[in-house]
């Protein structure tokens, strides 16, 4: 070795971490060139990172160690500054007993690199600096792409130096340290907690467990996550991987009554521990917690978190439920995009256990409209055969969930994209998903991304030891930028597109008693969509019976169905019997409301929606329509029906305030409401040649307890398409939680029906 060229290097080693900066700027001239930092992978051996091979010292303990197992390992300098580099000089570790592979890139800006040494060997001889001359190149970034010795796999290098030319570079006060990685998979520290492997702060968990005994899952928050929480039953580091583990039974709780499923579940959080910032608002709009999409009016951009995103992760699932009910058993939800109400998607992984590999689908969920299901590798059937392309259990692969906007004309269309990269590197990309008609295109609407393990079996005979386990080892997601500013929530314009109304027929729209224990138009003969109207607690549904939760607080349902034009003589009738609770209020003045209206073809009703006096709703404004109001238990012991017509002022509100409705009369027989009993009222609006006439009754066994009927001369109105119910606070009922007792009325049967002359 040419001890004069090894002290001209060290000279410049001093340059990096003593007390003067020097870079030749003589470009005729060879000097040494301040490297002022050398960074890698974090997957160096412990102690020896890869700044030791720029801190002037030729103790071979003072080396970069990383192992390479089949993967070259890159070694990176920084010159500080564009630089013109001639040649580079390494000291190997044990260089004068083997030969090291290598090759050697350049860039001017860290991205784009050349090759300017292709690969070779050291020479083998001397554990001194090895120089290697190259033709001058601009180059800020060196980088040496090691693979092994002759010995090992490992790559390992004393110092190294360049020299060339340029300007001078200011020195780091202090060495520039690669953070280390853990030796498990994706160099994660199985001796750390998933909130040091990861970062968490943008999200928070949800377990099966109910520690604190409030009768739902346990969750814990961003900034505890992120320090350091786990739980070994449910969520922890995986110890041979270093991997996130969920781990969710079928026993367990429930985030809430309205849920089937049990989790362990990361739900996204953008306002990333500022515990400031709400998770939610009331009525369904956007936040800094939540995102959009780009098709999302802009006041709903502007007010929203995020535009449009992307969730990454890379995972296996290792373990899925095996007992159960034939449709439910080893599927298991592993990413979603989650709605206000709904989900633009749940991805599935689901493995039988006859089967050797698992398939994977997803499940659309639009807000309006019915549920789609989509197969990307193998079925989602309950017998089906071995998917020869499938997923086996603790097979490594990734899904990218996406949702993007595509311009078409003067409008975007949201888009959803799914991806699958199997473990070999082969993509599956399911055929992009069309969102334009789900219904989350509106101002009311939001979004978080979900990933972790959500069962979908709640049948197993043995629901403490059959589970599903999924394991992640990277995981994140990203969205576009919110606009800097745009028009108050609340002032989106509501697009009325009347649809063709039926010319009414005598006979029955549809006769409600919900034995198919649902809320939708489903498998009963003659049903009906059911929406909840203010809160998305409002609804609880059980086989014979809807509940309309009200208790401490004002809450209200609603049912579309297909517009009915009326002629002159027709009576359109709405008819309900319910129960009431064993909490009834004292002197509450038209606290019970009934309402048709005509929908305007609005497709944001066709949906679950949300108002408030903070949060108004613009869909629910000039609707034309008719509101019944009962009084209930008034404190004189009179009681009144009230009727009143829907008139043009916007407060956002369907029945929660009486503002937008003008009296036409009032009137009827005294009654009271006891607890624990059945009653039916009606409804009925009759078209006349010159306008309406409106008619409301309350009943029990047959017996009229009071009827009142209001004309309204010259109306127009002559469709109606949706009927809705309103309880005031306080009025029925003591809880306003799902799947409580005394927390509202129970309806056990609704009919709407055409009535000729």
Known sequence: MNHLLRNTILAGFASVLGTQAFANTACDGVGSLTIVSATDDG??????????????????????????????????????????????????????????????????????????????????????????????????????????????????????????????VEKPDQPVLTERKGPGMFGLDPEKSPGENFDLTGWYVTTPADDDGDGKSDSVYENELAAGWTDPRYFYTDPATGGMVFRVTPAGAKTSANTSYTRTELRGMLRRGDYGIETRVEG????????????????????????????????????????????????????????????????????????????????????????????????????????????????????????????????????????????????????????????????????????????????SPAPETDFDRVIFYELDYSHDAPPADGPPLGSAKVTDVPAAPVSATPGVVFDDSFADGGRDDGADASDANWWTTSNSSSIEVEQGRLGLVSGGSGRGIRATFAPQQLTEGQTLKASFTFETPTTIGEDKGASFRVALFDTLGRAALEGDLSASSKSPNAAYDQLPGYLLTYDVNMADDGANLEVRRHNDKQIGRLLGGLDAWDLLGEGGEAYRFAPGETYTGTLAVRKLGEGLEVTGTLTQEGTVLSSFTQMDAGSKIDTFGMLAFHVNSKTFGSSKSPGEPDNGLDFTNVTVEVLAE
């Open 43 to 168: 997957l160096y051996e412990e102690t020896h990172g890869p700044e030791n091979a720029i801190d002037g010292d030729f103790d071979p303990d003072s080396r970069w160690s990383n192992q390479g197992q089949g993967t070259p390992k890159a070694l990176t300098l920084d010159l500080g500054a564009e630089q013109t580099v001639k040649s580079l000089a390494i000291a190997w570790y044990k260089g004068d007993s083997r030969k090291s592979q290598f090759e050697v890139e350049t860039s001017a800006d860290g991205e784009s690199y050349q090759t300017v040494i292709a690969t070779r060997q050291s020479g083998g001889a001397t554990a001194e600096l090895e120089s290697y001359a190259l033709d001058p190149v601009q180059a800020q970034f060196i980088r040496i792409q090691a693979n092994g010795n002759e010995a090992n796999d490992w790559n390992s290098i004393v110092e190294v130096a360049a020299e060339g030319c340029g300007v001078a």
């Open 284 to 459: 369904g709009y956007p936040n800094k917690n939540n995102w959009v999409f780009s098709s999302a009016p802009l006041s709903a951009q502007a007010a929203s978190g995020g535009v449009d995103g992307k969730l990454r992760a890379t995972l296996s699932v290792n373990q899925v439920t095996r007992q159960g009910k034939a449709y439910q058993v080893g599927r298991v939800v592993i990413g979603q995009i989650h709605a206000k109400n709904d989900e633009p998607i749940r991805l599935y992984y689901r493995k039988l256990p006859q089967n050797k590999f698992g398939s994977l689908y997803f499940a659309h969920d639009p807000e309006v409209g019915k549920e789609t299901w989509v197969d990307v590798i193998g079925s989602r059937g309950d017998r089906i055969a071995n998917p020869a392309d499938g997923i086996a259990l603790d097979e490594v692969f990734t899904y990218e969930i996406e949702v993007k906007g595509q311009p078409e004309g003067d409008q975007i269309i949201p888009m959803l994209h799914l991806k699958i990269i199997r473990d070999d590197g082969t993509e599956v990309v399911a055929e992009p998903f069309d969102m334009r008609d789900s219904g989350f295109s509106v101002e009311d609407e939001f979004m978080f991304f979900k990933a972790g393990a959500y069962t979908g079996n709640n049948t």
